[in-house]
């Protein structure tokens, strides 16, 4: 298996821009997380989706961020519009959690954004 | 709420010297605790877990006790390489109930950096 897909694995925009991050779970997890990482604030959970359903979006800074997931192999997450504190590298992690998100979950190699 | 406490780096130590990085929790419920490992411009990986007091998880030459009774989860190495140069996290899960908030801890990481 090709592991955790994310693209672009870098993206610098201008402030208020939108950008895009997209992610391919590892097939047949059934869980999918969005990881935030910055140097002041470590390693936020952002949202996780079971089965495609949003489960808890509450580390979702703001209104500004959104996350889809339309299908078992594909989610976005959207930032709109784009501040220069949203600088972070972003991560998606994937996991087959029969028995809750406490099962390892796989990480993908992040996508590294600069908001100029 | 739960958290994770890790001891602050950055940690600098000779090849063959004796790793430990201490790490501690505070939970509520019956936490899953995980060392996970993240090598410069990659994701996360899983390093070794443990699901219930003393238990010992290992791999790769760490490993790491679970202790209730402190509420710790150190992570040791008996010679390390400098191939083991990267941040470690320490992290944390509990099941409240079946459908209940289920997510990742994470600390704020610990940066090893071994010198030949």
């Known amino acids: 298996d090709a592991g955790v897909i994310q693209s672009p694995r870098h993206e610098v925009t201008e402030m208020g821009q939108e950008v895009t991050l997209r992610c391919k779970p590892i097939s047949g997890h059934d869980y999918l997380f969005w990881y935030r990482q910055t140097m002041m604030r470590g390693l936020e959970l952002l949202i996780y989706?079971?089965?495609?359903?949003?489960?808890?979006d509450s580390g979702m800074p703001e209104d500004r961020f959104s996350a889809k997931m339309p299908n078992a192999s594909f989610s976005t997450l959207k930032i709109q519009p784009s501040e220069p504190r949203d600088s972070a590298v972003y991560f998606c992690a994937s996991s087959f959690g029969s028995g809750g998100p406490q099962e390892t979950q796989y990480f993908g190699p992040g996508t590294r954004l600069l908001v100029l | 709420g739960d958290s994770v406490t890790q001891m602050e780096g950055p940690v600098t130590l000779s090849e063959e010297a004796f790793l430990t990085i201490n790490c501690t929790y505070t939970?509520?419920?019956?936490?899953?605790l995980f060392w996970y490992v993240q090598y410069p411009g990659e994701g996360l990986q899983l390093l070794l877990k443990?699901?219930?007091?003393?238990d010992k998880g290992s791999n790769k030459g760490f490993e790491a006790t679970y202790r209730k009774e402190t509420t710790s989860f150190h992570l040791e190495k008996g010679s390390v390489q400098v191939s083991d140069s990267a941040v470690y996290f320490c992290?944390?899960?509990?099941?409240?109930?079946?459908?209940?908030?289920?997510?990742?801890?994470f600390g704020t990481g610990t940066r090893l950096t071994i010198i030949p």
């Open positions: 443990a699901t219930k007091a003393d």
């Open positions: 989706f079971n089965n495609n359903v949003p489960i808890d």
């Open positions: 939970a509520t419920g019956y936490p899953s």
């Open positions: 992290a944390l899960t509990s099941i409240l109930s079946n459908f209940g908030n289920e997510k990742l801890t």
